[in-house]
């Protein structure tokens, strides 16, 4: 199987795939003919002979090729730009068949930061015993697709968790809850994770 780059960055931030070839000191860009393209569909940007050729739209002002090493600078990325990309690279020497010197994949895994969660708690019965409590989590507007955790005095507790998002590359809102029987003060500590990174807050809870 052909090993898959990957490079990660965040919406707004500047990000730059690599592409499998680069071209010689001696040689120019004049001499070749290079794709990007995303998901084989789209061509993101393509040069032939040392002129850019084409150029999707919704990649203009925010991309650029390295005219040497031909990585694709894309700034500032959006979610959308989530997936995987090739480098398509033809040598014109013999203009009757390009040869193709490489077209490897490169997957960029953008990631949106969720909110600070927010955390809240209602009693929804108590007695002399215990209180039973409803603690709820949110947090919004981060990309991809968060787990979210809870843990009371450090001891990890399940969510009712729920999310929200209008398509697979929009922002996601997550909210989960949890019924709890408090018998003495606590500290709840809720924690979203996307892609290596966290967002945690807690909450202390008297009995």
């Not at 990585?71 to 995987?84: A, C, K, M, Q, R």
């Not at 020497?93 to 997957?107: A, G, I």
Request: aromatic share 8%; charged share 20%.
């Amino acid at each position: 199987a052909l090993e898959t780059k990957v490079v990660k960055s965040k919406v707004g931030e500047k990000v730059g795939l690599p592409c499998c070839h680069e071209i010689p000191s001696s040689e120019s860009l004049h001499n070749y003919r290079v794709y990007w393209q995303k998901n084989i569909t789209e061509v993101v940007l393509a040069y032939a002979e040392g002129k850019k050729i084409s150029e999707h739209e919704r990649y203009e002002n925010r991309s650029e090729m390295n005219t040497s090493n031909l990585t694709l600078w894309i700034s500032p990325v959006e979610i959308l730009d989530n997936g995987t990309y090739q480098c398509v690279v033809q040598h014109l020497r013999f203009s009757q068949n390009p040869v193709v010197l490489c077209d490897k994949p490169v997957t960029l895994f953008v990631t949106a930061d969720f909110s600070e969660p927010n955390v809240t708690a209602e009693v929804s019965t108590s007695s002399c015993e215990s209180t039973e409590m409803v603690v709820r989590c949110s947090s919004h507007g981060g990309f991809p697709k968060p787990k979210i955790s809870g843990a009371l005095n450090n001891m990890s507790v399940m969510w009712d968790a729920s999310w929200v998002s209008e398509s697979s590359v929009s922002p996601y809102n997550v909210t989960g809850k949890v019924r709890l029987n408090v018998t003495k003060d606590i500290e709840f500590t809720c924690s979203v994770e996307y892609n290596g990174f966290a967002k945690s807050s807690s909450l202390f809870l008297s009995r």
